[in-house]
């Protein structure tokens, strides 16, 4: 019965009228036609407002009154007194500075962030808007290290500012404020958090005058207990772009905006206007569900589309810090590394696998030989620090987590550079050299380059590969034990 079945229809399409040679295909209904268009609306808006929603939530969470010491009101900073050490650092931590950040609310007015001089220091303390570029920084390679005051002013904003203090125009009305300062360890610890106690932030209504106790508002709809990228990555459709448009409408699109605002128009998402997801039709809703779904798919087989590999060495080359209409690389920055700065201040490579393309374990050792005038190309300083699996530094005999250019290193007659990397300890007379590992076991080494120069920025620079250990060779006696 099913083959008489298929041959009658095999015969009705016989008997079926050719269509017409260039025939043109049958035109969408007006409901499909509606739905793509939602869904291309809601793809792309997704990406657009991804990195928005994450920050405000960010912003939310850091600065609720329940977060303690693990936060800070609105225009205070939250100062990292110390280096990580095993047990107490978040993943991939920083080894040479000391961090601090702030959310700086500029909705009654401009915000003057004071600095102090650093006598040389190096620091680099950038300022992102809530679409997380990084609209300005101060610090020693782009202002300097003296001391001074710079009134931060919102969008719209025309009043007088006292007479000699710099001015910086943020593009919204909240802004991340994030500091890096140099530290040489423990011993230095008493002076660097004195220059961090300098960075100060005051609103311009209280200039000159004795400070004022903040009275932060608490938030009882906001869930503190759930990562923020959970959070985002789990809202449905109507949330999402709800919360998105109120955002819009607090937070001014970039100038070149126009053509994603002209696309999120078809959806209902109009800038300075409520959305309401429920007075949508069903076409439009069944579309914009299709699209956010779809949005998220191509964040996931894009991300690390980017990174540029060689010699077991990964460097991101797409846009970092600022990205103008790149919408897709932005909301990748802003899942995989939310605030990251400008390139030029702080460059990070990653090295991932050996010469021979394995990956790194804690069970070999390696060597990394840097020929004479191949040394990372950083105009301040660079270092090499070593994490576990889970981006962890482990503890080692000499407390050492990071290896770099401000160590007494040992130069071979050549001007060469042998650096081990390893578990085990090399003899005493080596051990200046050495980068301890974590133990056997997947493990990662990240070089920064603070002020890179632009032969590691352009990728002209090649890292040198890892060198594993050959095996021992094996004795005779033990050849023989091992022998069938």
Known sequence: MRRLAFLALCFAAALAPAAPAGAAPAAPTPAAAATEAAR????EGYLYFYPLVTMDLA????THPSRGAQGAPANAFLHGRALP???????????DMLRSA????????????????????LYTLTLLDMWTDAFATLGKRSTGTAKGNTAIVPPGWTGALPSGMSRIDAP???????????????ADYPAVHALQDGFVLTPLAQWNLPPQAQRPRSDSTLDLATPVREQVESMPTDAFFTYAAELLRRNPPHPTDQPVLAQLRRAGLVPGRPFDFDKLDHPAKQGMRRGLRAARERMAAAAGGSVRGVNGWQQETGSIGVYGNAYLRRALAAQAQPGSGLPEDLSVLLLAADSQGAPLDGAHGYTLRFESGQLPPAGALWSLAAYDGQGMPAANPLGRYALGSRDP????????????????????EEQANWLPLPPAGPVSVLLRAYAPEPALLDGSWTPPPALRDAPPE???????KTAP
């Open 40 to 43: 291309q609306a809601a793809m």
């Open 59 to 62: 912003r939310r969470q850091s």
């Open 85 to 95: 050490a095993p047990g107490a650092a978040a993943p991939w931590a920083n080894p």
């Open 102 to 121: 702030a959310w700086l609310d500029l909705t009654a007015g401009p915000v003057v962030l004071s600095v102090p001089n650093t006598q040389g220091r």
């Open 172 to 186: 919204t009305a909240y802004v991340w404020a994030k500091n890096l300062i140099q530290t040489e360890g423990p």
């Open 409 to 428: 290193l040992r130069y071979n007659a050549d001007g060469s550079l042998d650096l081990r990397v390893s578990h085990a300890p090399p003899p005493p």
């Open 474 to 480: 094996e004795t005779p006696e033990a050849a023989e």
